[in-house]
């Protein structure tokens, strides 16, 4: 199922409907699917309120309704009912759930392999690519017994932040639906604002997981290198890629980081991980930990422009105001010489030296439609605004032995011994500011002013977590969303998510969209 809707005229129409109401949708004993959580799903589910397969199936007539709007998704799992119908029959046989997230329904960003549904990074180049088996993240989510309901749209090929593919086309943000969702994981931040889904993955180069977290009011973790395996991941950069959850509350993304998580022999960084974590990051959340919690705001990373920046800059040091009141010690500090992101990005991003070899490698794994980056360049199934990046790190033949590869990879770990020294001179247990400096672009323009690659390239944990709205406008009724980044040391997402939890309750600046009731 693709859902595309390209006219000016349908657009209008979007908008005149975006805030028309409906009825809550309802199932088995009274259950409300909106906004429905990880922990109350299972709840439910134990006491017998309702069936895995009611879940689905009210999922599924919420995308039947709303999909066509957001356009968020690439493909529905037609085997979704099939499965929660299994899971349904081994709950009756045997009084217990599959395991922690029994019968969760997933967004699958359509960069992560699913053996019964094509991967094709919403490109028109990739279109049928079918590989053999699912990539490690989503099979550790089946395992837990989680479905995978839909596959999410995704900047093409994950290469920036508009959430626009050749094969899956424009997501459109369910707070304004004339604005991006950010990206590249835009269509399952914006299928879950939507309420399309349970709880869902994105990937996350420079800013993809956190991106679309911040600009649809929803919680995305990109965690530290080596605690999640990327295999099965159409990549982009073997230093900067990684994978994660995104979901509606903290609680609900730490449940489905906490089965990503773990060793994959097949991606060696994951080996880092080995003895990082203990026990459950849900059953690890600790109540007022912000209490006692020294917090540093990072003023290298908020905008200057008074009136581009100045809506998530007065977000931004209301959520100051916030931490100070639930007990955290907040101050401001700043990297070295004044650095900005756009700095870092400009020195710093490796991915177009190793695009080439890694996608190059991922294509030849498996019967691809296209086996190279040469090839998916001249198939003519890239949209046009993508080629220029893709040609030139298709000519960085050796792109990993190019001296200013090694250069930025140098000044990389430059970095990382800099926010740690920040961190430990001021005795900090997290940076936080903004994702993005501005509210998220309208459509048609290039999403701007983004933080991620801090996390990004430094390889340290970062939580993305709703801070607030802008006020109301004609075309966003409940505003836009903002959010900001909580950035912790390697391996110290147990305490991140402790924080962001403690934030999200204190504040609960979480709300649906107008456009999806």
Known sequence: MTARVSS??????????????????????????????????ERALRTKRITCTELV???????????????ALIAVNPAARTHARALDARLRRSGRPVGPLHCVPVLVKDNYDTAELPTTASSRSLEGSQPPDDAESVARLRRAGAIVLAKANLTELALTGISFGSLGGQTRNPYDLTRTPGGSSGGTGAGLAANLGLAGTGTDTVNSIRSPASANAVVGIRPTAGLVSRDGVVPLSSTQDAAGPLARTVPS???????????????????????????????????????????????????????????????????????????????????????????????????????????????????????????????????????????????????????????????????????LALMADH??????????????????????????????????????????????????????????????????????LSLARDYERATRHRRPPASTP
């Open 427 to 496: 005795r900090l247990d997290a940076l936080v500011y903004p994702q993005q400096k501005r509210l998220v672009v309208p459509i048609g323009q290039d999403q701007v002013d983004r933080n991620g690659i801090l996390a990004a390239v430094t390889g340290f944990p970062s939580v993305a977590v709703p801070a607030g709205f802008s006020p109301p406008t004609a075309t966003a009724p409940r505003g836009v969303p903002v959010g900001i980044e909580m950035l912790g040391r390697p391996f110290t997402e147990q305490s991140l």
């Open 253 to 419: 993304a730490a449940a489905l980081l906490g089965v990503m998580a773990g060793y994959d022999g097949r991606d060696p960084i994951t080996a880092r991980g080995v003895g990082r974590r203990e026990g459950s990051y849900v059953d690890g959340l600790r109540p007022g930990a912000l209490r006692g919690a020294r917090i540093g705001v990072l003023q290298n990373f908020l905008g200057t422009d008074p009136e581009l920046h100045g809506p998530v800059n007065r977000i931004v040091n209301r959520a100051a105001r916030d931490l100070r009141r639930r007990g955290a010690g907040v101050q401001r500090v700043a990297l070295p010489g004044g650095v900005t992101a756009d700095a870092l990005i400009a020195s710093l991003d490796v991915q177009r030296f190793e695009i080439r070899a890694v996608l190059n490698r991922y294509l030849g794994s498996f019967d691809a439609p296209r086996r190279s980056l040469t090839e998916v360049i001249a198939s003519g199934g890239v949209d046009a605004r993508f080629l220029p990046t893709l040609r030139a790190a298709d000519a960085l033949v050796n792109g990993p032995s190019e001296p200013e590869y090694h250069a930025r990879l140098a000044r990389i770990a430059a970095l990382r011994d800099q926010v």
């Open 8 to 41: 000016a005229f349908a657009t209008l129409a979007l908008l005149l409907t975006a805030a028309s109401p409906a009825s809550a949708t309802t199932i088995g004993d009274g259950f409300r699917l909106e906004e429905a959580t990880i922990a109350g799903t």
């Open 57 to 71: 199936s009210g999922y599924l007539r919420r995308i039947d309704r709303y999909e066509r709007k957001v356009n």
